[in-house]
């Protein structure tokens, strides 16, 4: 089983042997949990289409307004991440982008 461990910045991220959240979540024990359950739930290296559930989209919803209000939670939308000494590309997060800007752009072109 992964060890929690609690961080300042950022949402989560799941690693080998770890799973760093951040700390503000414990004010939430709803999101805490989902998020704990959600990073169990990854596989190693790419699996996007885990982070594309939305079967639970109203504590998706809950858990997107307490993030827009930590700012410091934001560090994780960056494409680009300083993590242990060293920049990181996630690519997760560049894919994430590009459907957003495709669903944009899609409706853009209905309305
Ligand atoms: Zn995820």
Same mark, same amino acid.
Request: charged residues 25%; positive net charge.
């Given at each position: =089983? ?9 949402? @989560? ?7 760093? &959240?951040?700390? @503000? *979540?414990?004010? !939430? ?11 169990? #739930?990854?596989?190693? #290296? $790419? ?10 989209? !109203?504590?998706? &919803?809950?858990? =997107?307004? $307490?993030? @827009? !209000? ?14 242990? #000494? !060293? ?8 894919? *994430? ?7 944009? @752009?899609?409706? $853009? *072109?209905? $309305?």
């Amino acid at each position: =089983m992964k060890r929690i461990i609690y961080i300042p910045w950022g949402i @989560a991220n799941s690693y080998r042997n770890r799973i760093e &959240i951040n700390s @503000a *979540l414990k004010q !939430k024990p709803k999101l805490l949990r989902y998020v704990i359950n959600h990073e169990r #739930g990854h596989k190693q #290296g $790419f699996d996007l289409w885990h982070d594309m559930d939305i079967r639970r989209y !109203k504590t998706l &919803i809950s858990l =997107m307004w $307490f993030i @827009a !209000k930590h700012p410091r939670m934001w560090s994780d939308f960056s494409p680009m991440q300083y993590r242990r #000494g !060293k920049i990181v590309y996630d690519l997760n997060v560049w894919m *994430l982008y590009g459907i957003v800007a495709v669903l944009i @752009a899609v409706l $853009f *072109l209905i $309305f």
